[in-house]
């Protein structure tokens, strides 16, 4: 596995922010390149580095590619903010999808997690590490999965029935597929451009994984 260098980062910690100076924040700063995570009065402001963001991207390519290939319903969410009042916390994922879930949302030009299901899938790239605990925050919001990428590489976290993250050896979502197999085109973008590297995926995926009620042997070659 190859290591993922660090980039330094500029980010802002705050205590004692009322839930109404965050609510309004991300107002005023709706249109800026920061992340904001709010966890019960701690506001963290971050700026995002070329790899952060490329990161996040390419993992979303990913991810929307599983789906067209799997013949999977798909709804992105981006990085849209998620509040829980009652619980005085609040984030922005790197990328978000509805895809099992994606018929409840669909059409829908505002998402309320009150009557609304959280995305099924949220990616995470943590490579400088929040000061807050993003994952316990995605736990409060109940997304079913997050695909977490640090330092040390990828990781698949799904919620267990106690509302804890637990790492996967497979996808919840996509259930043949590895964090093993994503890394190993993560890595090829050192070789080759991203158009290409997602193509080579297209493939890897027709020959590896089943779309959902057939069924195709997973024989681990490359």
Avoid at 39 to 45: A, F, V, W
Avoid at 81 to 97: M, S, V
Avoid at 149 to 156: C, E, Q
Wanted: with cysteine; glycine share 4%; proline share 6%.
């Amino acid at each position: 596995m190859v290591a993922i260098k660090i980039p330094s980062q500029q980010r802002i910690l705050l205590d004692n922010v009322s839930w109404r100076k965050y609510t309004s924040l991300l107002r005023a700063l709706s249109d800026r390149h920061l992340r904001l995570t709010y966890d019960q009065g701690m506001l963290e402001i971050m700026t995002l580095s070329h790899e952060h963001e490329s990161l996040g991207r390419f993992l979303g390519r990913s991810a929307v590619t599983l789906t067209e290939e799997l013949d999977l319903p798909l709804k992105e969410g981006g990085s849209t903010t998620f509040r829980r009042r009652p619980k005085q916390k609040g984030l922005e994922p790197d990328n978000c999808y509805w895809i099992a879930s994606e018929a409840k949302v669909r059409g829908k030009r505002k998402i309320d997690l009150r009557k609304d299901p959280p995305p099924d899938l949220a990616i995470e790239v943590d490579i400088t590490h929040s000061s807050l605990n993003r994952m316990a925050i995605y736990a409060e919001i109940r997304v079913p999965e997050v695909w977490r990428i640090d330092s040390k590489g990828l990781t698949f976290f799904v919620l267990d029935s106690d509302n804890n993250y637990q790492p996967a050896t497979t996808s919840l979502v996509f259930p043949e597929l590895t964090p093993a197999d994503l890394m190993e085109f993560i890595n090829r973008r050192a070789r080759a451009d991203e158009n290409e590297v997602i193509k080579q995926f297209r493939a890897w995926i027709r020959k590896h994984l089943s779309r959902p009620g057939n069924s195709k042997p997973k024989d681990g070659s490359r």
